[in-house]
């Protein structure tokens, strides 16, 4: 079995490559040239050469065992550990509303999922777990990033935000995050006079017990709301309708379309983005056909 990170860690980048490109269609290899020198620097040492001669670089076996020049493995380069504890980094940046450093350091974990060896299925699936963690994070915050970056001049800009608010209600976020997200897209909404959905959003919030103060705010809110509850301006969401958002345009993918899928973080696309690079991961083509991610030995049994 062939595992892009052993190929890594044993000096062969090119065989490396291959091997993502299989696995997770990976076509743009730029964000992983940093993460290949550190597997390679990790799994090498250096032996001091004859005099005048420079040193030698050999790659020690993790498997010291097993003599045969078939089964050696190289040493691993990170621990599904190490990444669920940069994912707490992750989350804590958040929390802060450092969103770009955040997306750097979702999006770094992400990259290193393929890069893994893990020796388990409950480990395998913990770690396809922390990729849809990333995709959620990254996709969120990009899209945030993107709002808080608009024009806000006319209906048709404010309208827009709300959307963008909207649809980042609906990523999968922990609970501290998706009550910052509520509470900003239920008063957009509010301020937009489109106070049927601002209610929804309030509803939701309080659902998931934030602080007294915030609650007594969202109250507020919703007790306006219900006193008239209409949308005086028509927004292309519909929260009753399950969607999918494409991670390109931002735009809403109700079930039953035709949907587009990144082969390593399945970050959802319009059918018009086909066999372009993925604006999440940022390596793999969208809508390739792959073998899947190859990271537990017992996959190629």
Not at 1 to 21: C, E, H, I, K, P
Not at 216 to 231: F, G, H, Q, S, W
């Amino acid at each position: 079995a062939v595992v892009s990170t052993q190929s890594t860690g044993g000096g062969s980048v090119d065989t490396a490559m291959r091997v993502l490109d299989e696995q997770i269609g990976a076509v743009d290899f730029n964000p992983y040239k940093s993460l290949f020198m550190e597997v390679m620097g990790r799994g090498a040492v250096c032996l001091p050469g004859l005099p005048c001669q420079p040193p030698m670089t050999a790659y020690p076996p993790r498997n010291l065992a097993d003599n045969s020049p078939k089964s050696t493995l190289p040493r691993k380069f990170q621990k599904l550990t190490d990444l669920v504890e940069q994912l707490q980094v992750g989350y804590q940046l958040t929390t802060q509303g450092k969103f770009t450093e955040a997306v750097v350091k979702f999006h770094s974990i992400l990259l290193a999922v393929p890069l893994l060896i893990v020796e388990s299925k409950e480990e395998l699936n913990e770690a396809q777990q922390l990729v849809g963690i990333c995709r959620e994070y990254v996709l969120g915050l990009q899209m945030e990033i993107t709002r808080k970056d608009l024009p806000r001049r006319t209906v048709d800009d404010q309208i827009r935000i709300c959307e963008l608010a909207a649809y980042f209600t609906h990523c999968n976020l922990q609970p501290v995050h998706l009550i910052l997200v509520l509470r900003s897209a239920a008063q957009l909404f509010y301020k937009l006079k489109n106070f049927k959905t601002a209610a929804s959003f309030a509803r939701r919030l309080l659902d998931l017990g934030p602080k007294q103060d915030l609650a007594t705010t969202m109250r507020k809110i919703l007790a306006v709301c219900e006193k008239n509850p209409v949308d005086e301006h028509k927004l292309q969401y519909d929260q009753h309708n399950p969607f999918v958002l494409c991670a390109r345009s931002y735009l809403p993918i109700y079930r039953g379309k035709a949907v587009e899928k990144c082969p390593l973080c399945t970050a959802s696309y319009l059918p018009e983005h086909k066999g372009t690079v993925c604006s999440v991961c940022k390596v793999s083509e969208v809508g390739r056909e792959t073998m899947g991610l190859r990271i537990f030995p017992g996959q190629f049994r």
